[in-house]
Every structure is written in C-alpha cells, then in structure tokens.
C-alpha cells in the first residue's frame, strides 16, 4: 500500500475547511443572543485540552491512524467494536452535513427541486474526490480555503454599512446559563467534530505537525466563525437571529450597496457549498478507511462509492423535516457527539500513556 | 468483445446527457406574472382578506416604451391561500421577488399585523425588503388603481418615491424586514409611513407623509407629516428635509436644509427618576430668506441658530409627549437604549413598558449649525 503524504499547509486547510463547514450557514444556537460570541471563545478554550490530546495520540502512535490505534490498544474484537461506532459517526457525520445542505438548498435556492438532486450532485462529487486519495483532497482543500476566506472577507466589507453594532449590548443579557449551554454545543459542533482527522493522521508528516494542524485549524476555523458570528449578529439583531433557519443566508440578502449591489446571497451560498464539500470528503474517507482497517480489505477505494450512496441515502432519510434537522443539531447532538469526541479518546489515550511508560520501563530495566 | 466493449462505452457517455437537460423546474419570463406591488384590504361583506396585486404586463411587446400592468383583486381566507388561488385568474404563478411595496389598509393594520406579513417574511419566493405603508384612504387598494391616471406602475414610483424621501424626511421608510425586527424586539415600537391620495383641482396623486403609528403589532394613532419629521430627528434617522423657522413671531421666513443630524439617547438616573435625554447636533445650510431685513450681518446667523434650536427642542418635547400621552408606544426606541445601558432596569419595568413609557421624563437638547447661506451673502436688499 502506497503511503500517502499530506503536506502541513494542505492539511490545515482541510481542517479549518472542516471546522467552519456547516456553521457557515447554520449559524449558531439562537439562546445566548447577542452573547454568542462568549460561548464561542468558551468553545474555542475547552476544545484546547482535547487538542492536546488529539496532538499526543499522533506522538504517541506515529504512522498510524485511529483504526489502528483502536485495534492497537483494545485488541482485535474490542477494537474493531470501537471502530464500528466510529465508522458509524463518520458516516453519520456525513450524511449530516449533507443533509443541512440539502435542506438549505430546498429551503432557499430550489424550493422544487427534491432533496436528493443536489446532494447526490455533491455526494457523487465527494465520492470521486476520495477514490482519487487523500492528497487530491489536500490541494483542493488548499486552493478553496483561500477563495473562502477571499468572499468572506469581500462579504464583511460590503456589510459593514449595515452593520448596528448596538446589538451588541447589553453584555450578558440573558445571563450565564443559555451561554454555557451554547457553549457546550459549539464545542461538540463544529470544533470536536475534527476528531474525524484522527483518522488521517498517518498521512501527517513528521512527528509534531498534528499539533500544528490542530491549533492552526481550530484558531483560523474559530476567527472565522467569530467573524460570521458577529456579521449575522449585528446586521440582524439577536431577536430576529433566533428565528431563522440559515440567518447567513438572510444576513447577506441584505447586503445593498447604493441599489445597485444587491441579491448577492446566490453567489455566497458558493461559500456554503465549498467548506461542505470538504467536510464530507474527509468524513467519507475516514469511513472507507475504518471499514477497510476493521474488514482488512487491501485498499479502501472498493468500498468508497457504496458508502458514498449509503451517505447519500442516509442523508435523504435521516429526519422527516428541518424542524428536526434544528432540533437534532442543537439540543440532542451534543450529547450524542460526546462518546465519540472526549470519552473514546481520553481512554484511549490513558490507556495508550499507561502502555508507552510500561514499554519506557521495560527498555530502561535491563 | 472490443466492440462490445466500445458499444457499452458510447451508451455509457450518452447517460450524463440524462442529467444535462438542465433546469429541473424551467420557466420562461412570459409564464410568468411579477408582481410589483401588493394592497390588503378587508372584504367588507364576507370580512375576508381582500388581496390586489399590480402586476408588470409582459405582454406588452417592443412598440411599447414602458411596462404595462394589470390588477387583480381576490378575497380569500389567508394571505397564501390568495396567492395560490390567484393563479385561476392569471393562469400563471406569480413572481414576487420583483415586489416593491405592501399597502395596508388602516383597518388592516388596526386590526393586528402578523396574520398578514408572516407569510411574506416566509416564505422562500418573497423578498424582505420590500417597503410597507398604511393607507389612510378607506381602502388601501384604490391607491394601487390611482395608476390609471398616472400611466405607469404604481408601485415602482412608490419605491422611487421611497428612496428619495431622504431629502424630505416626512414619513419613515420601513421595510419589511425592519417592521418585523422592531415587532420582536422589546422597548421599540414598530411604524411605517402613510400614503393617501392627494387631491387638487379634481385630479388626484398618490403622496407619502405621516407615520402610523404602532404598539405591538396594531396601528394606534397617526402623525403628521411635520411630527413625523420631529419623530425621526428624536430617532436619528433625518438625513435630509427643511425646517422652516421664524422670526419669534410665527411666521416662518428662513428655510433650513438640514445637511446631517446626529441623535444620541441616553437614559439615566436622575433624582432617583429614570430621565431620558435626546441631545442633538444638527449641521444646516440657510437656504431661504424671505424679508429683505432678517440676514443682514454675521450676528444674525446666530439668532436663527437660537430660534432653530428652540422650535426644534420644543416640536420634538410637544411631539414625545403627544406619543407618550396618547399612543403609549415607543417608536423612539427608547426602551432599547435602556435595555443596552441598564440591563437591571431594564429587568424590572420591562414588563410594563408602555405604561412606563408614557411616564418617562425626557429632555430634548438641540444643537444646530449654520455652515454655510448658499450663494448670497445677505437677504435681498430693497433699493429706494
């Protein structure tokens, strides 16, 4: 099996890609208000530990991937358990995803068109993308973070005259409890969501670069948010905030520029669709190549398409409507999210410690 | 087998063409009726809503300099129920994306906002920045039908008329969007301007001028089109417009061009009452001297700063008080600024705002400047 290699620079763009990914347009949880930016700087310090701990596994198990740290450390009947349920949520992760952009897509841009349309479009996409490898992935992900990070930047200056920066106060409104509520949910979505990247850390260089990959994606996929964070807020003002679907998508709609610059919200969803695309490929590789470690296939391209179209599939039936999609990604998913992003990778990571000082005293004994 | 091979291949490459058929739901602009503009009323017999929509004739071909358009009336049970069944008269489904204004009847609008404007805040074919007025004639729709005189599409001259009501400053210019936001938001009333036609010499115009004004989502009370223009000097929304002032006798003889005026509200504790102030600082030009002996020397400029700053303190105290007193609703947003500045107030008299508002102290300052007097140096002065 060919290894291959992603340079620093390409994997910090899948992983900022990642992180921002669908809360580009799903916004955040409406509760804190006009406080949300709090719960994000809370998200952002206690995503830190976990970093560490992400960034010692790589030290700890260089060359090697989450699949084979499992079945490493927990034997091959436990570990390939664990495994399951981490394909489990790569896929299901996936199919997430692609269903916030379906449901955007139908809520917004082709109220006619049914849902599975656009996601087999990106899915299909997604699925050529990962049967080409991991490193095609790295350089588009390269190349669509600067267009990203280029619209957004050109969005906030042509928002800046709507800007009512008075939503701002009163710091604090609604008080501690909704903010560390949010808090919570923003820590499991989107920024524990880069668990998924321990899979691909064998193709990671060196031996502390995963630390880097970490940082860099969760400080440049934080800003970024940040920056979303406070455009909807204050071009549309926590009340009006909390009742829409994708206040991003409304907070550019209305974006004017002396009448003439207007309706520009069709070319941003562009933004929306890029960061998506990026966050699905890695969750679709991270799944063939569980299901290849667990199943010991040679390679995982044979099984990239079928769970490709299973993704695809999940997706077009895995909520009834977007009132459950909302209800689902804000309330229920930071609790079903825990397992897979603090509890699997703290024991495994106790338990790998224990193990490397074992082996540490074994050398130096005799 | 090469051939079979070779067969399958062409076959194969035919099926992307399955997906280039391109638009899934294609629509021409002709199959298409777009709306320009929107009236509510309330059908009289049944109480239903009463929908009537302008919309731009497409039919009119290329002899034709301007867009024709055409008017539908329908009464039905809910706003959507209307539009859909709008379509048994059209034959085609209406286009709102182009609309440019929502006119509501007064009774419409006396009656509760919400039942009408959610479904345009809604759903996906509408867009949020379309301008919303309340007519002050007894229907709102016979506003839209006064095009029959004017030759052209109504509701494209409203809009028009919307962006350039900065250099008058009679009536608010809201959009849907900002009506909607000032409804959720606590301590901040919601209003939108008035039209009514205007009538002379037995000829009638469409005019903008004069606020209604709302407390929670029901139209309480209407204001001028000078009140309105105090209103939103107090709201920091004047960009534009003329202040007559006089000489201290009442008869008006200067005309000031208001250039920029900036508002600032702050809410404080004063003798353990809570005091709002409203200070002003207003940049204007003289543009109007109508004796020959009132702008004669440098002195003079500062008089007419003093008298326009006490008619502007005086307007904007009488009108804050006509609102308090009458209409309990705060459209100055002074509410807001006490949420922002002092959240622990702001807990306790939320509740009842409206009736904390009308008791609210308030004291107006007023700052005006004179920058410059146009392209004469004096007032006309008369020869013997």
């Known amino acids: ?25 799903m916004g955040v949880t409406g509760r804190s208000g006009n406080s949300a930016w709090i719960s994000l700087l809370i998200a952002m310090s206690l995503s830190v530990p976990l970093m560490f701990v992400y960034a010692r596994l790589h030290v700890l198990f260089p060359g090697k991937n989450l699949f084979d740290m499992l079945i490493a450390m927990f034997g091959g009947i436990a570990g390939r358990i664990i495994s399951c349920t981490y394909i489990w949520y790569a896929l299901h992760l996936g199919a997430l995803v692609l269903r916030n952009f379906g449901e955007f897509s139908e809520t917004v841009a082709l109220t006619e068109t049914p849902m599975i ?37 050109l969005l906030q200056i042509l928002a800046i005259p709507k800007f009512e920066y008075h939503h701002l106060k009163p710091v604090l409104d609604s008080g501690w409890g909704p903010i560390l509520a949010d808090a919570m949910g923003l820590f499991t979505f989107p920024f524990g969501e880069i668990v998924i990247f321990l899979g691909v850390l064998r193709a990671l260089p060196g031996k502390g670069s995963a630390k880097k990959v970490f940082f860099s994606g969760l400080l440049m996929g934080g800003g970024v948010i940040m920056v979303v964070i406070f455009r909807n ?12 679907y994708f206040p991003a998508y409304v907070a550019v709609s209305r974006i004017n520029v002396g009448d003439f610059l207007t309706r520009i919200e069709g070319s941003s969803a562009i933004l929306f669709v890029t960061a998506l695309y990026i966050k699905v490929s890695l969750c679709l590789y991270v799944a063939s190549i569980g299901v290849a470690k667990v199943f010991k296939l040679k390679s995982y391209r044979s099984v990239v398409l079928q769970l490709g179209l ?57 | 087998m090469i051939r079979l091979g070779r067969v399958l291949f062409i076959l194969l490459s035919l099926l992307p063409l399955l997906s280039l058929f391109g638009c899934w739901n294609y629509k021409e602009v002709d199959d298409m009726s777009i709306v320009a503009g929107v009236a509510l009323d309330k059908d009289e017999k049944s109480g239903k809503l009463l929908l009537t929509v302008e ?26 129920d209307i539009v859909r069944n709008m379509i048994s008269m059209t034959g085609k489904k209406l286009f709102w994306s182009h609309a440019k204004v929502i006119i509501l009847s007064e009774e419409i609008a006396r009656e509760g906002m919400v039942k009408v404007i959610d479904w ?104 001028s089109g000078t009140e309105s223009k105090y209103m939103l000097f107090a709201q920091d929304k004047v960009k534009g417009g003329v202040l007559p002032v006089d000489a201290g006798d009442g008869h008006p003889v200067y005309s000031l061009e208001i250039q920029s005026s900036r508002t600032k509200v702050r809410p404080s504790w004063i ?41 502007l303190q005086e307007n904007i105290t009488n009108l804050i008080h006509k609102v308090q007193k009458e209409y309990h609703a705060d459209v100055f947003g002074f509410g807001e600024k006490i949420h922002e500045n002092m959240p622990s107030t702001w807990k306790k008299i939320n509740k009842d705002w409206s009736n904390e508002f009308s008791k609210l102290a308030v004291v107006v300052r007023s700052q005006v400047t004179i920058n410059s007097s146009a392209k004469t140096t004096r007032s006309i002065k008369i020869g013997d």
């Open chain 2, 120 to 223: 345009y805040s809604r759903d996906t074919g509408t867009r949020s920045d379309v301008y919303i007025f309340v007519s002050k004639e007894k229907t709102a729709r016979e506003i839209l039908m006064m095009n029959s005189t004017s030759e052209s599409i109504m509701s494209f001259e409203l809009a028009q008329m919307m962006l350039d009501e900065r250099n008058s400053s009679t009536a608010p210019v809201v959009e849907i969007w900002d009506f909607i936001d000032k409804l959720e938001s606590s301590g901040k009333s919601a209003m939108a301007p008035l039209i009514y036609v205007h009538r002379a010499d037995g000829r009638g115009n469409e005019r903008v001028s004069g606020t209604a004004v709302f407390s929670k989502d029901k139209m309480v009370g209407m204001l």
């Open chain 2, 55 to 80: 919309m731009v004739d497409t039919k009119g071909g290329l002899q034709q300099t301007q867009a024709g358009f055409k008017i539908l009336t329908l009464a039905g049970d809910t706003m959507f």
């Open chain 2, 271 to 311: 003798h353990d009452k809570l005091q709002i102030q409203v200070d002003m600082e207003t940049q204007m030009n003289l543009d109007e001297v109508m004796t020959s002996n009132g702008f004669t020397h440098f002195d003079a400029k500062k008089a007419i700063e003093e008298r326009a700053e006490e008619i």
């Open chain 1, 117 to 153: 349309a656009p996601m087999l479009c990106i899915g299909l996409l997604c699925v050529w993308t990962v049967y080409s490898g991991i490193e095609v992935l790295g350089r588009s992900a390269k190349f669509l973070l600067l267009f990203t990070i280029m619209i957004l930047f």
């Open chain 1, 233 to 244: 807020l204050l071009i549309l003002g926590p009340d009006i905030l909390s009742s829409l």
């Open chain 1, 310 to 366: 299973l993704m695809v599939y999940l997706a077009d039936f895995i909520y009834q409507d977007i009132m459950q999609m909302q209800n689902f990604a804000y309330h229920t998913y930071k609790i079903y999210a825990l397992p897979f992003q603090v509890f699997f990778p703290l024991l495994l990571w106790i338990v790998a410690e224990i193990v490397a000082s074992k082996g540490k005293q074994k050398e130096s004994a005799p």
């Open chain 1, 1 to 25: 099996m060919n290894k291959e290699i992603l340079p620093s620079g390409q994997s910090i763009s899948i992983a900022v890609l990642f992180i921002i990914g669908s809360s580009l347009f």
